[in-house]
C-alpha cells in the first residue's frame, strides 16, 4: 500500500525539482499552451521543452494532446493535491514545534524581565 501511494508521489517531487518545470507548470495553471508557448520564455530547443513536458506527464501533472502537428498541455492539479495533502501532515508538526518554542521563548522573556520590589517609594 505504501509502495502505491509512493511512487506516484516521488514521481511529482522529482518533477517539481527543476524550475524549468515549475515554471511550465506555472503558465499552464492560467491555460493551455503548446510546447514553442512553453519553450518560449527559455533559451532552449523544441526538443528540450518536450523532455521536459514528458516528465511531467509521467508524473501526471500535464495532459498532451496532438492536435495535427501541434502538442497541446494541459495542467492536471491532481498529482499537486496529493503532494499538497503529504505536505500539510509536516506543516501541522511544525507549527506544533514553532508553537512549543514560542512558548519556550516567552517563558524565557517572563523569567528575565525585571520584577517591580514592593515599598519603595516612587
Known amino acids: 500500500m505504501v509502495e502505491s501511494q509512493a511512487l ?3 514521481a511529482v ?18 491555460g493551455e499552451r ?9 533559451d532552449m530547443s523544441l ?6 513536458v514528458k516528465v511531467l506527464e509521467r508524473a501526471g501533472l500535464v495532459r498532451r494532446v496532438i492536435q495535427g ?3 497541446v498541455c494541459r495542467l492536471d492539479p491532481a498529482p499537486l493535491a496529493a ?9 501541522q508538526f511544525w507549527n506544533r514545534q514553532l508553537d512549543a ?7 524565557e522573556d517572563l523569567a ?3 520584577t517591580p520590589s514592593k515599598g519603595k517609594p516612587r
Open 8 to 10: 506516484p508521489l516521488d
Open 13 to 30: 517531487f522529482q518533477a517539481l525539482t527543476d524550475p524549468t518545470r515549475r515554471a511550465m507548470l506555472r503558465r499552464l495553471a492560467e
Open 34 to 42: 503548446n510546447i514553442g508557448e512553453l519553450a518560449a520564455p527559455f
Open 47 to 52: 526538443a528540450a521543452a518536450s523532455k521536459h
Open 69 to 71: 502537428r501541434t502538442h
Open 83 to 91: 503532494a499538497d495533502e503529504w505536505l500539510r501532515f509536516y506543516e
Open 101 to 107: 518554542l514560542d512558548a519556550l521563548l516567552k517563558a
Open 112 to 114: 528575565k524581565a525585571p
